[in-house]
Nanobody, 122 residues
Framework: VQLQASGGGLVQTGDSLRLSCAAS????????MGWSRQAPGKAREFVSA????????YYADSVKGRFTISRDNAKNMVYLQMNSLKPEDTADYYC????????????????WGQGTLVTVSS
């Protein structure tokens, strides 16, 4: 599977943004999917993950209640709806895929897409 993330941009504190990740390949529904992010000068961190059928989701404490992950297997798409954005959410956001849920839920993936930059101004 190959992944292409989009939807990043410059927003203000409190705004919302939706990231999209388009997957190519007929095996998309076999992969658990997720998002991680990397802020300037910091290590990459787990943000959210979703199981193959969408029934199970995981969130980092820092985004819980503000971000929502979803997927559409018919369209080979994964989304990250980000509400109440904060300056500390500024980062490159990466879409990723993995086949082991216990690893995906910890931010360990087998396939990574390129990042999409989200900048939140104060």
């Amino acid at each position: 599977v190959q992944l292409q993330a989009s939807g990043g941009g410059l927003v203000q504190t409190g705004d919302s943004l939706r990231l999209s990740c388009a997957a190519s390949g007929h095996t998309f529904s076999n992969y658990h999917m997720g998002w991680s992010r990397q802020a300037p000068g910091k290590a990459r961190e787990f943000v959210s993950a979703i199981s193959t059928d969408g029934d199970i989701t995981y969130y980092a404490d820092s985004v819980k209640g503000r971000f929502t992950i979803s997927r559409d297997n018919a369209k080979n798409m994964v989304y990250l709806q980000m509400n109440s954005l904060k300056p500390e959410d500024t980062a490159d956001y990466y879409c990723a895929a993995g086949q082991l849920l216990h690893r995906v839920s910890r931010g360990t993936y087998e396939v990574w897409g390129q990042g999409t930059l989200v900048t939140v101004s104060s």
